[in-house]
């Protein structure tokens, strides 16, 4: 029987979550230095170096449940450089200034690597790169013009490969190409969410769980506890963006749903040709990705209902049995061999997606106001490059990170409903569609429809 729900995988299967019991909701009235709102990577990662480079900061940190509820206890797990949104502010600040922001994240994976290690953070961290394979001729078109761009942007260590070099690397059926980048690596997102959180209590970080911030205000954050007034006020809430008085149409929490398989035995592992535990992607433009867990499943996720009206979010990541079909349906088209595979967990959660889909970090000096997110999908190590780079905001320090291009950006906001449902799910009705076509059709180049719905949805 498949879990559905229980938040995710790695919560149903964590072993630890009796030793650690709720942190205290906030109990009245208090100050701070700097209020975070927000219990996740970005939220974490922010206190994290904002007091290891001033230890005498009083910063707190607000989660409306628990650290890791929503998509950093969630993701697939894929800790890599890519980031949203680089080919427009290549567009609009410079190729060179897109290209530092493409270095910094480049740097940002080991950057996390090694400070889980400094600080004794067991996350399953295996740096396997990220393989993303073509199994179409349009998409192994998008993947060679791909690999192009990703040269172009200094990333001189990546690798194209042949339908036979692919197989090697992974034996994905009916595979024609795939290129790889050492920048990427397993983790297990709760570990990692977990252990950040430990790190941020030993450096005197206060956290306060079970805490909902209703709004926020200049130099205050007001929740039905109590207000923390602070001089700095960081939301940092990215796919539940969307409940804050005043932000409903910020950023779009966009749906993304995964499955577990059971453990696989060794003998189907030396028929997959799985071996370095390198994350797995494609160039769908309804786009999938996967990893090799460290007890030798393979979780792989994909969109499903890709936004529920109103901007709502799921119900403890529970996901629709169409959905769970369908990633089912896609896990074994990749893999032949797993056909019937018992698959014992699914869910489901959210992202934040701007409306150019362009990652930000912001910090309005004036009102105290600052914020990071909008990461459509790729905010692993992209959380951890804004936090680093609101620690030199908010200390008002000039660096190389606070004047990478994506500082200070600002978009426009989402259409009202019923448009903006509407529009999403023309657009990823659309994507299916151009994937479907161009599996049957055999189309060497992206199918009109897609090149359309790109143009609308503002990805490009």
């Not at 019991?21 to 701070?32: E, F, M, Q």
């Not at 620690?391 to 906001?413: I, K, Q």
Request: proline share 6%.
């Amino acid at each position: 029987m498949t879990i559905n729900g229980g938040i995710s995988f790695w919560y149903a299967t964590d072993e630890t979550a009796p030793a650690h019991p709720p942190r205290a909701p906030l109990t009245g009235n208090t100050t701070a230095d700097v209020v975070i709102v927000g219990g996740g990577y970005t939220g974490l990662w922010t206190a994290y170096y904002l007091k290891t480079a001033a230890p005498d900061l009083r910063v707190t940190v607000l989660e409306q449940k628990f650290c890791g509820y929503g998509a950093s206890g969630r993701n697939g797990g894929w800790l890599y450089n890519g980031i949203a949104g680089r080919d427009r502010y290549a567009s609009l600040h410079g190729r060179p200034a897109a290209q530092r922001l493409q270095q910094a994240m480049n740097e940002t994976v080991t950057e996390v690597i090694d400070t889980a290690a400094k600080e004794g953070i067991d996350a399953d961290i295996h740096r396997g790169g990220v393989l993303e394979v073509a199994r179409t001729p349009a998409q192994l078109s998008r993947l060679k013009a791909f690999h192009t761009a990703e040269l172009a942007f200094g990333e001189t260590d990546r690798e194209l490969y042949d339908a036979t070099d692919t197989r090697a690397r992974i034996n994905v059926a009916d595979a024609v190409g795939s290129s790889w980048t050492p920048h990427g690596a397993r983790i297990h997102p709760l570990k990692l969410v977990k252990g950040l959180a430990a790190a941020c209590e030993r450096l005197g970080v206060v956290i306060h769980e079970s805490t909902p911030v209703t709004e926020i205000a200049p130099r205050r954050a007001l929740t039905p506890y109590g207000t923390v007034r602070a001089p700095y006020v960081l939301r940092c809430t990215e796919g539940f963006t969307a409940a804050l008085k005043g932000q409903k149409r910020s950023w779009l929490p966009m749906n993304s749903s995964m499955i577990a398989t059971a453990p696989l035995p060794p003998e189907t592992w030396s028929q997959l040709g799985w071996s370095d535990a390198s994350t797995l992607g494609d160039m769908a433009h309804a786009y999938m990705y996967a990893q090799r867990t460290a007890d030798d499943r393979i979780a792989i996720g994909g969109r499903g209902v890709p936004y529920r009206y109103g901007s709502r979010t799921d119900n403890d990541g529970r996901t629709q049995p169409a959905t769970i079909a369908s990633l089912t349906h896609l896990l074994e088209s990749f893999f032949p061999v797993l056909t019937g595979v018992e698959i014992t967990h699914a869910w489901s959660g959210v992202l934040g997606v701007p409306r150019d889909w362009c990652a930000t970090v912001t910090l309005d000096a004036a009102s105290g106001l600052g914020w990071a997110g909008g990461y459509v999908g790729s905010g692993v190590a992209t959380a951890n490059l804004a936090a680093r780079t609101l620690r030199d905001l908010v200390l008002g320090d000039r660096t190389p990170l606070t004047t990478l291009p994506w500082v200070n950006h600002r978009v426009r906001r989402w259409e009202p409903e019923p448009f903006r449902w509407l529009g999403v799910q023309a657009l990823y009705a659309a994507y299916r569609e151009a994937d479907r076509r161009e599996s049957t059709t055999h189309t060497p180049t992206t199918t009109p429809l897609a090149r359309l719905a790109d143009r609308i949805s503002g990805r490009h």
